[in-house]
Protein backbone atom coordinates (compact mmCIF):
# COMPACT_ATOMS: atom_id res chain seq x y z
CA UNK A 1 0.00 0.00 0.00
CA UNK A 2 1.06 3.67 -0.77
CA UNK A 3 1.98 5.61 2.30
CA UNK A 4 1.56 9.70 2.03
CA UNK A 5 2.26 11.25 5.09
CA UNK A 6 2.07 14.91 6.23
CA UNK A 7 3.69 16.71 9.20
CA UNK A 8 0.92 17.86 10.86
CA UNK A 9 -2.59 17.43 10.37
CA UNK A 10 -3.37 20.88 12.34
CA UNK A 11 -1.39 24.08 12.15
CA UNK A 12 -2.35 27.38 13.63
CA UNK A 13 -0.10 30.89 12.36
CA UNK A 14 -0.13 34.48 12.86
CA UNK A 15 0.18 36.32 9.56
CA UNK A 16 3.81 37.10 8.78
CA UNK A 17 5.00 33.71 10.12
CA UNK A 18 7.03 31.34 7.74
CA UNK A 19 5.53 28.04 7.93
CA UNK A 20 6.93 24.25 6.89
CA UNK A 21 4.33 21.61 5.86
CA UNK A 22 6.30 18.31 5.20
CA UNK A 23 5.15 15.68 3.11
CA UNK A 24 7.02 11.88 3.53
CA UNK A 25 6.32 9.09 0.33
CA UNK A 26 7.74 5.60 1.53
CA UNK A 27 7.35 3.75 -2.15
CA UNK A 28 9.67 5.31 -4.37
CA UNK A 29 7.79 7.71 -5.95
CA UNK A 30 9.46 9.89 -8.35
CA UNK A 31 6.68 12.46 -8.98
CA UNK A 32 5.00 14.91 -5.53
CA UNK A 33 2.75 16.83 -5.80
CA UNK A 34 1.03 20.20 -3.60
CA UNK A 35 -2.11 21.45 -3.28
CA UNK A 36 -4.41 23.16 -1.72
CA UNK A 37 -8.28 22.64 -1.07
CA UNK A 38 -10.91 25.51 -0.88
CA UNK A 39 -15.01 25.14 -0.51
CA UNK A 40 -16.02 24.80 -4.00
CA UNK A 41 -13.18 25.30 -5.54
CA UNK A 42 -12.22 21.65 -5.44
CA UNK A 43 -8.34 20.91 -5.15
CA UNK A 44 -5.81 23.53 -6.89
CA UNK A 45 -2.30 22.35 -7.60
CA UNK A 46 0.14 24.60 -6.29
CA UNK A 47 3.99 22.90 -6.82
CA UNK A 48 4.69 19.91 -7.98
CA UNK A 49 8.06 17.93 -8.76
CA UNK A 50 9.23 15.35 -11.30
CA UNK A 51 12.68 14.55 -9.28
CA UNK A 52 15.03 15.40 -6.54
CA UNK A 53 16.06 19.05 -6.99
CA UNK A 54 13.58 19.59 -9.74
CA UNK A 55 9.95 21.64 -9.03
CA UNK A 56 7.60 23.12 -11.76
CA UNK A 57 4.89 25.99 -11.06
CA UNK A 58 1.41 24.82 -10.31
CA UNK A 59 -1.85 27.15 -10.70
CA UNK A 60 -1.59 29.01 -8.09
CA UNK A 61 2.19 29.32 -7.13
CA UNK A 62 2.19 32.63 -5.56
CA UNK A 63 3.10 33.31 -1.82
CA UNK A 64 4.73 29.54 -1.83
CA UNK A 65 7.92 27.82 -2.24
CA UNK A 66 9.19 24.03 -2.70
CA UNK A 67 11.66 21.78 -1.61
CA UNK A 68 12.83 18.49 -2.53
CA UNK A 69 16.22 17.42 -1.27
CA UNK A 70 15.33 14.20 -1.14
CA UNK A 71 13.09 11.43 -3.53
CA UNK A 72 10.33 10.80 -0.34
CA UNK A 73 10.37 14.55 1.03
CA UNK A 74 8.40 16.92 -0.07
CA UNK A 75 8.56 20.46 1.74
CA UNK A 76 6.14 23.71 0.74
CA UNK A 77 7.12 27.08 2.07
CA UNK A 78 4.75 29.62 2.81
CA UNK A 79 7.94 32.40 3.28
CA UNK A 80 4.87 35.01 5.01
CA UNK A 81 2.11 33.58 5.89
CA UNK A 82 -1.60 35.38 5.21
CA UNK A 83 -4.96 34.83 6.27
CA UNK A 84 -5.97 34.14 2.19
CA UNK A 85 -3.58 30.91 2.72
CA UNK A 86 -5.53 29.73 5.59
CA UNK A 87 -6.66 26.15 3.67
CA UNK A 88 -6.62 22.66 3.41
CA UNK A 89 -3.39 21.60 2.21
CA UNK A 90 -2.93 18.43 0.37
CA UNK A 91 0.19 16.17 -0.83
CA UNK A 92 -0.26 13.66 -3.40
CA UNK A 93 2.53 11.07 -4.67
CA UNK A 94 2.69 9.16 -8.31
CA UNK A 95 5.51 6.31 -9.04
CA UNK A 96 6.30 8.64 -12.63
CA UNK A 97 5.20 10.18 -15.63
CA UNK A 98 3.87 7.41 -16.85
CA UNK A 99 1.45 6.87 -13.93
CA UNK A 100 -1.60 8.83 -14.09
CA UNK A 101 -2.83 7.62 -10.58
CA UNK A 102 -2.24 10.44 -7.74
CA UNK A 103 -1.98 8.77 -4.05
CA UNK A 104 -2.86 11.45 -1.15
CA UNK A 105 -1.74 12.22 2.29
CA UNK A 106 -4.29 12.83 5.27
CA UNK A 107 -3.85 16.48 4.25
CA UNK A 108 -2.88 19.56 7.16
CA UNK A 109 -5.81 22.41 7.94
CA UNK A 110 -3.94 25.77 8.36
CA UNK A 111 -5.21 28.66 9.50
CA UNK A 112 -3.75 31.58 9.33
CA UNK A 113 -4.80 34.40 12.25
CA UNK B 1 -8.55 24.83 -20.61
CA UNK B 2 -9.45 21.82 -19.04
CA UNK B 3 -12.97 21.64 -17.15
CA UNK B 4 -14.60 19.15 -14.85
CA UNK B 5 -17.62 19.68 -13.21
CA UNK B 6 -19.64 17.79 -10.74
CA UNK B 7 -23.26 17.77 -10.01
CA UNK B 8 -25.04 17.72 -7.56
CA UNK B 9 -23.09 19.52 -4.98
CA UNK B 10 -24.52 17.43 -2.50
CA UNK B 11 -27.20 14.92 -2.23
CA UNK B 12 -28.74 13.30 0.80
CA UNK B 13 -30.50 9.69 0.27
CA UNK B 14 -32.14 7.37 2.35
CA UNK B 15 -30.23 3.91 3.44
CA UNK B 16 -30.89 1.65 0.42
CA UNK B 17 -32.15 4.55 -2.26
CA UNK B 18 -29.48 4.02 -5.41
CA UNK B 19 -28.44 7.28 -7.29
CA UNK B 20 -25.94 8.44 -9.34
CA UNK B 21 -23.52 11.30 -9.30
CA UNK B 22 -22.16 12.82 -12.29
CA UNK B 23 -19.18 14.71 -13.82
CA UNK B 24 -18.93 16.52 -16.74
CA UNK B 25 -15.50 17.31 -18.36
CA UNK B 26 -13.59 19.01 -21.31
CA UNK B 27 -10.34 18.19 -22.32
CA UNK B 28 -7.64 18.25 -25.22
CA UNK B 29 -7.04 14.98 -24.75
CA UNK B 30 -7.81 11.90 -22.02
CA UNK B 31 -5.44 10.02 -20.63
CA UNK B 32 -7.89 8.86 -17.80
CA UNK B 33 -10.46 9.99 -15.91
CA UNK B 34 -10.46 9.29 -11.64
CA UNK B 35 -13.18 8.61 -8.75
CA UNK B 36 -11.70 9.34 -5.47
CA UNK B 37 -13.46 9.16 -1.88
CA UNK B 38 -12.73 12.14 0.72
CA UNK B 39 -13.80 11.85 4.20
CA UNK B 40 -14.56 15.15 6.52
CA UNK B 41 -10.17 16.02 7.29
CA UNK B 42 -8.62 13.52 5.28
CA UNK B 43 -7.10 13.12 2.19
CA UNK B 44 -8.79 11.65 -1.12
CA UNK B 45 -8.65 7.85 -1.45
CA UNK B 46 -8.56 6.47 -4.46
CA UNK B 47 -11.39 4.42 -6.45
CA UNK B 48 -11.15 4.06 -9.59
CA UNK B 49 -9.53 5.11 -12.83
CA UNK B 50 -11.58 4.60 -16.30
CA UNK B 51 -9.40 5.09 -19.69
CA UNK B 52 -12.10 5.05 -22.64
CA UNK B 53 -15.86 5.45 -23.45
CA UNK B 54 -17.82 2.82 -22.74
CA UNK B 55 -15.42 1.49 -19.99
CA UNK B 56 -17.02 -0.02 -16.88
CA UNK B 57 -15.75 -0.37 -13.19
CA UNK B 58 -16.83 -1.75 -9.72
CA UNK B 59 -16.26 -1.79 -6.48
CA UNK B 60 -18.67 -3.13 -3.73
CA UNK B 61 -21.96 -0.59 -4.04
CA UNK B 62 -20.29 1.95 -6.29
CA UNK B 63 -20.07 1.39 -10.37
CA UNK B 64 -18.07 4.06 -12.04
CA UNK B 65 -18.86 4.47 -16.13
CA UNK B 66 -17.28 6.69 -18.59
CA UNK B 67 -18.42 8.41 -21.89
CA UNK B 68 -16.88 11.01 -23.95
CA UNK B 69 -18.38 14.05 -22.49
CA UNK B 70 -19.09 12.57 -18.77
CA UNK B 71 -18.46 9.62 -15.64
CA UNK B 72 -21.19 8.90 -13.62
CA UNK B 73 -20.86 7.38 -9.87
CA UNK B 74 -23.93 4.56 -10.02
CA UNK B 75 -24.18 3.99 -6.08
CA UNK B 76 -26.31 0.77 -5.46
CA UNK B 77 -28.09 0.42 -1.57
CA UNK B 78 -26.26 2.83 -0.10
CA UNK B 79 -25.51 2.86 3.53
CA UNK B 80 -24.41 5.37 5.64
CA UNK B 81 -20.90 4.29 5.09
CA UNK B 82 -20.72 5.62 1.68
CA UNK B 83 -21.31 8.87 3.66
CA UNK B 84 -18.55 11.32 2.02
CA UNK B 85 -17.25 13.38 -0.51
CA UNK B 86 -16.42 11.72 -4.09
CA UNK B 87 -14.38 13.74 -5.99
CA UNK B 88 -13.81 13.56 -10.12
CA UNK B 89 -10.42 14.11 -11.56
CA UNK B 90 -9.13 13.97 -15.22
CA UNK B 91 -5.90 13.44 -16.81
CA UNK B 92 -4.67 15.54 -19.64
CA UNK B 93 -2.99 13.14 -22.70
CA UNK B 94 -1.02 15.81 -24.01
CA UNK B 95 0.90 17.11 -20.58
CA UNK B 96 -0.20 14.84 -17.77
CA UNK B 97 -2.15 17.63 -15.63
CA UNK B 98 -4.43 16.66 -13.37
CA UNK B 99 -7.82 18.66 -12.85
CA UNK B 100 -10.50 18.21 -10.20
CA UNK B 101 -14.09 18.73 -9.62
CA UNK B 102 -14.83 20.43 -6.36
CA UNK B 103 -16.76 17.39 -5.58
CA UNK B 104 -20.03 15.64 -4.85
CA UNK B 105 -21.25 15.50 -0.59
CA UNK B 106 -23.09 12.22 -0.33
CA UNK B 107 -25.16 12.06 2.91
CA UNK B 108 -26.91 8.50 3.31
CA UNK B 109 -28.93 8.75 6.53
CA UNK B 110 -29.99 5.32 7.89
Known amino acids: DVKVTQSSRYLVKRTGEKVFLECVQDMDHENMFWYRQDPGLGLRLIYFSYDVKMKEKGDIPEGYSVSREKKERFSLILESASTNQTSMYLC????????????FGPGTRLLVL | EDQVTQSPEALRLQEGESSSLNCSYTVSGLRGLFWYRQDPGKGPEFLFTLYSAGEEKEKERLKATLTKKESFLHITAPKPEDSATYLCAVCNLNNNDMRFGAGTRLTVKP
Open chain 1, 92 to 103: ASRLGTNQETQY
